[in-house]
């Protein structure tokens, strides 16, 4: 991890200005002095500046809609060849599979009346929500990202100008199932490399391995469970759902109940039995 | 369906106040005269009533711990039996499997700062985001939901009072994935019984089957999608996300690309092959 930091940088608020890239990289807002996406594959991408490079990203405020790098002439700018599913572009589509935020930092340069005047300015988290290739105005593939602030129960974004929803659609209610996510739950699903400690399944895709932290005893209102390793399990996002809606728990020897077979939960690091009773005796009481 | 509305009612406010239990039934706001939850097993809950009827109630404002019904005296209304999941109790269960809403409505009865004066006060729409059983102040087992106003990236909601958090914890950024839910995609996941259709699994929880629906064209800004059931699929969790991430897709024969087997996808309702290619085109292309 040597050192990259997600999500706000202490002292650094929402706003905050900077005229130069170098001033940028100092504060440790975005460290590269040249690229627009700071991160790697395998970590994410911490921070982004969207400054007007590519002719493509388009700028709703709360929602960005980001292009990716590469396949442009050095000289010109100009776009050359295909963008590569690599370095940046690969780094940006992990947060989507991680769950982490990107710093979003705009430049001048941008033409969106959500551009700073001068300089360079710190707008806050986005969570990267989708991410896919399309042919650009330059007729060569590249990636782009759609980035939210605010990841609300809500109608889905409207472009601006767009008719409001009518009667019908506000009816048809667009509603969200929430998983949390945590640094600390990325280290315990590394340690399972990804793998359901339930039934052993990885979910592989483009962004990398795919899993999800599932906080045994709540966190939050009223349980007040820890957010702490031995409070987290590495599941599927099938298991995470049975186990957060009470369809399975696990007895004191860590057996799987509500099961239509014997299992075992896997374990390769220390879980805390106090949190497993109290999901069992609170979420797991209907299994027969 | 025989007429039971989730969501906003059109023309009524939030804040919006009501002398009785007999005008906010009136308005269709509340419909039972008594019961504090309206609602059906199979349906889910469309709307509470928050009146201080239940003493381990506890209301934080947009997030609500609200007891179920049920297992009191008629005549001095204490709690005399443990509260069955069944009826009122079970519906609101329902809502998490279905990411519902439900419209929350508090009562000037009810010993809390964010009770109305007089009468009853429609408060919006609430997401149930956990529900467990728990012994209750007066011994017995009731039955307990964590209704939340916003669904947010955010941190666990702390409790009034509590300690602002450390600087360790604003580090360990909460995150989410989020999965749209819409009432058209409800129907059409009843269409495929809940079973998901590339793998036919169905998950059965305590507040029913779940699955989720998947919109192929995704809704919002930049695809622009339609919330409509052509452009819909019954998926269980694990299919969802490597279906959103580009781990799988559709050829023009159904056949799942990126799966170890050969397998069609499973059909009963009509599919747009536009909305197919379209996912195919964007966010497939990694698939070898």
Sequence with gaps: MAGRHFGEIEGIEEGALFATREDLSAADVHRPLQAGISGSQGEGSDSIVVSGGYE???????????????????????????QAFARGNAALARNKALGLPVRVIRGSQLDSPFAPEHGYRYDGL?????????????????????????????????????????????RQVTTTRIVRDTQLSIRVKQIYDYCCQVCGIRLDTPAGPYAEGAHIKPLGVPHDGPDHGSNILCLCPNHHVLFDDGAIALTDELEVLGLDMRRKLTTKHEINFEYIRYHREHFGVLIK
Aim: glycine residues 12%.
């Design 126 to 170: 986005y969570f990267v929500d989708e991410f896919w290739e399309e042919t650009g105005r330059s007729g060569y593939k590249v990636w782009r990202y759609r980035l939210q602030k605010n990841l609300i129960a809500s109608q889905p974004a409207l472009k601006p100008g767009a008719e409001p929803p009518t009667r019908v659609e506000r």
């Design 56 to 82: 493509d990203d388009e700028d709703f405020g709360d929602l960005i809609v980001y292009t990716g790098h590469g396949g442009r002439d050095a000289n010109t700018g100009e776009q050359i060849e295909d």
